[in-house]
């Protein structure tokens, strides 16, 4: 199917594309939304708007991302990232969070990131691959290496609504795991505090 081309400057006046970005603004802060977050970030770089907007709904997203994090670790609730489209793009904002943690070198902010979305996803695959990256960043991988070394891109399901988080490595996702198993010891380790809170 032939993508239709985008005219940006007909959009940027487009009343009606813009009012539809307005609304989104709008609901996006009232309900704290951070899937129509990323609607509105989509939109906005359709229309290239200047970067300081772009930056706000960034900076809105991670903001409210993690206040929502926090709120389902006090409460022990899990992301359900099948059915839930709110949830999915909380547990995506913080996956891309992290993911620029480990771009930036931050290994520490990224590993603890990579296991609370072990720790929050209800999804057994992506729980493994979380647990998959926060072992790569333990075993001192950077992230060129995990990326150029681990991960197999040949296979990305455009309409996978979970293609955002990187789930397929160069070797099964069970034998990656045996062959991490001390980092993933440590990784459970360190997750024993969130079990804890639950008693």
Same mark, same amino acid.
């Given at each position: 199917?032939?993508?239709?081309?985008?005219?940006?400057?007909?959009?940027?006046?487009?009343?009606?594309? #813009?009012?539809?970005?307005?609304?989104?603004?709008?609901?996006?802060?009232?309900?704290? $939304?951070?899937? =129509? @977050?990323?609607?509105?970030? &989509?939109?906005?770089?359709? /229309?290239?708007?200047?970067?300081?907007? /772009?930056?706000?709904? !960034?900076?809105? +997203?991670?903001?409210? $991302? *993690?206040d929502?994090?926090?709120?389902? #670790? %006090?409460?022990?609730?899990? !992301?359900?990232?099948?059915?839930?489209?709110?949830?999915?793009? /909380? %547990?995506?904002? /913080?996956?891309?969070h992290?993911?620029?943690?480990?771009?930036?070198n931050?290994? =520490? @902010?990224?590993?603890?990131?990579?296991?609370?979305?072990?720790?929050? +996803?209800?999804?057994?695959?992506?729980?493994?691959?979380?647990?998959?990256?926060?072992?790569?960043?333990? %075993? @001192?991988? $950077? *992230?060129?290496?995990?990326?150029?070394?681990?991960? &197999?891109?040949?296979?990305?399901?455009?309409?996978?609504?979970? %293609?955002? !988080? +990187?789930?397929? !490595?160069?070797?099964?996702?069970? +034998?990656?795991?045996?062959? *991490?198993?001390?980092?993933?010891?440590? @990784?459970?380790?360190?997750?024993?505090v969130?079990?804890?809170?639950?008693?």
């Amino acid at each position: 199917m032939e993508m239709p081309e985008i005219h940006v400057e007909e959009l940027k006046k487009d009343p009606e594309f #813009l009012a539809n970005i307005k609304r989104l603004e709008e609901e996006c802060k009232n309900e704290e $939304s951070i899937a =129509k @977050g990323y609607q509105l970030l &989509d939109a906005q770089l359709v /229309i290239e708007a200047p970067e300081d907007e /772009i930056n706000e709904i !960034f900076t809105f +997203i991670v903001n409210t $991302s *993690f206040d929502k994090l926090a709120e389902y #670790l %006090a409460e022990h609730k899990n !992301f359900d990232v099948t059915n839930d489209v709110e949830e999915r793009a /909380i %547990a995506r904002a /913080i996956y891309e969070h992290a993911i620029q943690r480990y771009s930036e070198n931050d290994k =520490k @902010g990224a590993k603890e990131m990579f296991l609370v979305l072990h720790h929050t +996803i209800d999804h057994k695959v992506l729980k493994d691959a979380m647990m998959i990256h926060a072992c790569a960043v333990m %075993a @001192g991988n $950077s *992230f060129d290496d995990f990326i150029e070394n681990m991960v &197999d891109v040949s296979y990305i399901d455009e309409n996978d609504p979970l %293609a955002f !988080f +990187i789930q397929t !490595f160069v070797q099964p996702n069970d +034998i990656l795991l045996t062959m *991490f198993a001390r980092y993933v010891k440590e @990784g459970e380790e360190a997750l024993k505090v969130l079990e804890e809170d639950k008693k």
